[in-house]
């Protein structure tokens, strides 16, 4: 059980990166949660098959599992933009 953490973490990453590839490829932003979504179902499906602790043992739960850990990945960014916007602005509060 000692990989959950780990698998669900790199899934957020490699979403992440995708997300940031699609970004910078100029896809309009409205589009870029779902792919990181779909992107993470497809993940989580691939983990169930070839990683042995993983979360899930069928495949709707493995896409659920992936598709919350590439979700994750959207709140870790807009953590980031937001954080990076209110510094610029001077509103940030420091919390």
């Known amino acids: 059980m000692e ?7 790199s899934i957020m990453v490699i979403s992440y ?8 490829l100029k ?3 409205t589009w870029i ?8 179902g497809v993940l989580g499906v691939v983990c ?7 979360p899930a043992d069928n495949i709707m739960s ?5 598709i919350v850990s590439s979700w994750s990945a959207t709140g870790l960014d807009q953590t980031i ?10 509103t940030d509060l420091n919390v």
């Not at 169930?48 to 993983?54: C, G």
């Open 3 to 9: 990989n959950i953490g780990v698998t669900c973490v």
């Open 17 to 24: 990166l995708v997300g940031e590839v699609l970004s910078a």
């Open 27 to 29: 896809v309009p932003d």
């Open 33 to 40: 949660p779902a792919a990181i979504g779909a992107i993470g």
């Open 48 to 54: 169930m098959y070839f990683i042995p602790d993983f």
């Open 62 to 66: 493995a896409i659920s599992v992936g």
């Open 81 to 90: 933009r937001q954080r990076v916007k209110a510094k610029k602005e001077g």
